[in-house]
């Protein structure tokens, strides 16, 4: 049956409404906000998400200019020129582009645009708007970001190296402790075999490890800390500590190592070891050292009443007797044995003594007497010290024993008899001075300056003088300690000896004591220097 023409535009109307209900329902369930905006950017419609993002119903929203009311004040000229150019071109403002609008309560949404124009008749009436909201999209991307950024600035600064390979055992990320620690230049050990990381004799261990991982999930060695060996690029083997672990991204299994260097501690372990015996060993001195003091201060009671009852018995008897030139060899044994008691009750109390400030002249003067004594009738011994002498710090007694020693040395250089001469001076050291040899320093010192008009040394025996044991002399008549033990003293003190000498014209020692406070080195805790 033909439809009359009412009952066609009743038709038309109806489809019509059924149209506009089906837009309205779209437009209500797209995810994104549409606004509707006139010619003059009042708006106009918007759909139910675009009330939804900015917080307001439909009655705050329609009616008002949506540039004035809805768009941040830092954004509105942007958006504004946006709409006008729109208006005039008739064209699709191409790609998106993003501006912000203000919610309720005054928070902002960044929304991502886009425009098309809307005719009637040919004629531009308004513009209509699609936006997608971005805000918690962007500041996801925003936390990725720093995220990334946070584990970067720990991969990159770590002490340690951090090592990822891929499940082809290939170096596919490392942080630059990694390339330090096995010395490959910056990005030079991406791309490496990780066999190349490690010693020959684990290489094997390694890969039959890593294929049974990779076909059953299973590994004995990953999660534990593991003490290994590496492999530098240049072939030297180190100590090293390993953490292994593993993780999956997009299907893939790859494998972290954090390693550290533990030449170091090695090294550090080793140092305490050899301290300790050191210390075992310089207790075990220390105990000597008592035993010999407690012998030597008995043994000289001993030699005082030998020598007391051999001066009488001298006294008593006949200067013409024959018994005279015995008495006097007892004497002098008396008095070789009385150095060695003295040296041994310096060692001692080497022990034991306190380092504090020294007067090398007044300690020069304490000594004479007995170097006088010593050294016998036949050997002159002068002294030449300077005023006003500059104050060192170090151990009294073993400064003494240092000029003893050098004097006794000059006594059997000098078996005619001859001139000891001991002298002081303040000096400064030049640089120059100070390379003309390898212990010597620049600064303040103070010089003890011995010397003796003696037989002198040829090369030879200038070149080993402090030799422990070493001596010219026989078997019989010195132990060859008592320049070694100089040497050690000087040193202790962090002074430096230089030593003058030729044949048939005497030896010079010099002997340089810094001005400035001695430290720890060659100084127990109470700064004792251990002899």
């Not at 006139?38 to 009655?59: P, Q, Y």
Request: proline share 3%; net charge negative; charged share 25%.
């Amino acid at each position: 049956m033909k439809k009359t023409d009412s009952e066609s535009l009743n038709t038309d109307d109806s489809t019509e409404v059924a149209l506009k209900n089906m837009t309205k329902h779209l437009m209500d369930i797209v995810g994104v906000m549409v606004v509707y905006l006139d010619k003059t950017g009042v708006v106009v419609f918007i759909n139910k998400k675009g009330m939804e993002i900015l917080g307001r119903s439909a009655e705050d929203i329609i009616g008002k200019n949506w540039f004035d009311a809805f768009i941040p004040a830092p954004s509105r000229t942007d958006a504004k020129m946006i709409f006008d150019h729109l208006l005039t071109s008739s064209d699709e403002l191409l790609g998106h582009y993003e501006i912000p609008v203000t919610c309720w309560g005054g928070a902002e949404r960044l929304i991502r645009w886009r425009n098309k124009p809307f005719t009637e008749n040919g004629q531009i009436t308004g513009l209509l708007y699609s936006g997608e909201d971005i805000t918690d999209h962007v500041a996801a991307l925003e936390a990725l970001r720093q995220s990334e950024t946070r584990y970067r600035l720990v991969h990159n600064t770590a002490f340690d190296a951090i090592i990822v390979a891929n499940g082809d055992d290939v170096v596919v990320d490392c942080n630059p402790s990694a390339e330090r620690i096995f010395g490959y230049a910056p990005g030079a050990l991406k791309g490496t075999p990780l066999i190349d990381l490690m010693p020959p004799e684990y290489r094997e261990r390694h890969t039959d490890a890593r294929k049974r991982f990779l076909s059953t999930g299973h590994s004995t060695a990953q999660g534990k800390l593991l003490e290994l060996q590496g492999l530098k690029k240049n072939g030297l083997v180190f100590p090293i500590e390993l953490v292994l672990s593993n993780f999956r991204l997009a299907g893939e299994v790859y494998f972290t190592g954090t390693i550290r260097d533990m030449t170091e501690k090695r090294n550090a372990a080793r140092d305490k070891e050899a301290l300790q015996v050191s210390l075992a060993q310089s207790q075990k001195m220390e105990a000597i050292g008592r035993l010999a003091g407690g012998i030597a201060h008995d043994f000289n009671n001993v030699l005082t009443v030998i020598r007391g009852y051999t001066e009488l018995a001298g006294d008593e008897t006949p200067p013409e007797s024959p018994v005279q030139a015995r008495l006097k060899e007892v004497l002098h044994s008396i008095t070789l044995a009385s150095n060695l008691t003295r040296q041994l009750l310096l060692f001692s109390r080497g022990q034991t003594a306190q380092v504090m400030p020294i007067d090398i002249n007044k300690a020069v003067m304490n000594i004479l007497k007995m170097i006088e004594r010593v050294i016998g009738e036949g050997i002159t011994v002068t002294t030449e010290l300077e005023d006003g002498l500059w104050t060192v710090t170090g151990d009294e007694g073993a400064i003494e024993q240092v000029v003893m020693n050098i004097a006794v040395n000059a006594k059997d250089a000098m078996p005619d008899g001859g001139t000891l001469t001991i002298s002081t001076q303040n000096v400064t050291i030049s640089k120059e001075e100070a390379a003309s040899s390898l212990e010597a320093h620049t600064g303040d010192a103070v010089r003890i300056t011995i010397t003796d008009t003696g037989l002198g040394m040829d090369k030879d025996v200038l070149d080993r003088v402090f030799e422990p044991f070493f001596s010219t002399k026989g078997a019989d008549k010195g132990t060859g300690l008592g320049l070694s033990v100089v040497y050690t003293i000087i040193k202790k003190h962090h002074g430096w000896l230089t030593v003058k000498s030729e044949v048939g014209r005497g030896t010079q020692f010099m002997v340089y004591l810094p001005v400035q406070p001695l430290h720890a080195k060659g100084m127990d805790e109470e700064g004792a220097v251990r002899t």
